[in-house]
């Protein structure tokens, strides 16, 4: 009993124990989930993972380092082109071809975050918004300057057939599922075990000196520069470590979308992605995965919801923007500080509340 009690003490005191302990314990029970899912909410969960991986990203650079970018989607459409060629390079028959797409993707957009994060250092506010909603505009037209991009009809991406993977990851499935994996659980899996490494990644970063570094040059940026903080580097070392992430989701949704194309990366990819971070609540890695969840399902969850009143497909299909923008409404007005911002709030209010009760 003393050495469980020694060893909690031990893991909620190091926060990269407790972050791991907790990917763990998560990671297990999506996966259980997963498991036990049909195809289509199989499809639904890779696309929430590599959604919740780009928000997490842009929630740490605008929420931490107070750096607004609109150009998100341009950098997912960097990510999902250099996993693209990579795996048309190797046939991306199997999981080392995988893992060395979308590692390649991390590295290319890592190279473009640098490039675009030493200019956007020295801008701020509106200015910065501006330039990165350049780069949303621009980049995804660059597809048609290029054949082996493949133009404007994109370029076919190849995944690895469920058979093609290694028999221990398919034991271990059986294992913990008692299901058989297939092309859209292995996709589902894939981007959870990317999405929660990610997320430990990025809790640590935050709490770690260069994340206390990114939140004094947000707070007050003269005062971090008096302190001897470098106020460029800091501002682009989180502009590279979140486009290192959309990048990475970029190389997932080219997996899950099996097309890698311009229309898939407009500018709409990086509002939506902007507003996924909002309504969660900025700054919150929980708030960036619940954005994501609604990114991945209030669509068709509207369009269902359409069809079921009688509209026909394209009616309820031109009806999920209205309600997306509905929803976001309402969570502005009714919880500003987000989903998770408030939700913080509305318990230290209560809690505070009861501590005033027992002191009286």
């Known amino acids: 009993m003393e050495r469980l009690r020694s ?13 791991l302990l907790v990917a763990l314990v998560a990671f297990v029970v999506v996966a259980a989930i997963i498991g036990s899912s049909s195809q289509y909410l199989q499809t639904r969960y890779a696309e ?27 950098l997912m459409a960097v990510g999902a082109y250099a996993a693209t060629l990579v795996l048309e390079r190797t046939g991306g028959e199997t999981l080392a071809d995988v893992f060395v797409a979308l590692l390649v993707a991390i590295a290319v957009c890592a190279v473009v975050g640098v490039i675009v994060g030493v200019p956007a ?44 993977l290694p028999g221990w990851i398919q034991d271990l499935v059986w294992f913990f599922t008692a299901a058989e994996i297939d092309q859209y659980s292995f996709l589902a899996y894939l981007g959870w075990f990317l999405l929660v ?27 971090a520069e008096l302190a001897g903080i470098h106020l460029g580097r800091a501002r682009v070392v989180a502009f590279t470590v979140s486009a290192m992430c959309a990048g990475l989701a970029g190389g997932l949704m080219a997996m899950n979308v ?5 229309g898939a990366f407009t500018i709409t990819l990086s509002l939506t992605l902007l507003a996924a971070v909002v309504l969660g609540g900025l700054g919150s890695l929980t708030g960036a995965l619940i954005g994501a969840g609604v990114l991945a399902f209030l669509p068709h969850f509207a369009t269902d919801l359409g069809e079921s009143v009688g509209l026909s497909a394209t009616q309820a299909a031109e009806v999920t923007p209205v309600v997306y923008g509905l929803v976001l409404m309402l969570v502005i007005l009714l919880a500003p500080a987000g ?3 408030s939700l913080r709030t509305f318990l230290a209010r209560s809690s505070l509340g009861s501590t005033k009760e027992k002191t009286t």
Do not use: C, K
């Open 7 to 19: 060893f909690t003490g031990r893991v909620r005191s190091v926060p990269l124990l407790r972050h």
């Open 258 to 262: 099996r097309l890698t194309a311009p």
């Open 197 to 223: 490494l990610a997320f430990v990644a990025l809790a640590n970063l935050s709490r770690s000196r260069v994340g206390r570094r990114w939140r004094a040059v947000r707070d007050d940026d003269v005062s």
């Open 48 to 74: 929430m993972a590599f959604f919740a991986i780009a928000a997490g990203g842009l929630t740490l650079l605008t929420g931490l380092s107070g750096q607004l970018s609109l150009g998100h989607g341009a």
């Open 121 to 164: 250092a020295r801008l701020h506010g509106p200015y910065i918004a501006g330039a990165t909603l350049t780069l949303a505009v621009a980049v995804p037209r660059l597809a048609n300057q290029w054949d082996f991009l493949g133009g404007e009809q994109g370029l076919q991406v190849p995944v690895p057939r469920a058979a093609e």
């Open 339 to 341: 989903i998770v911002g």
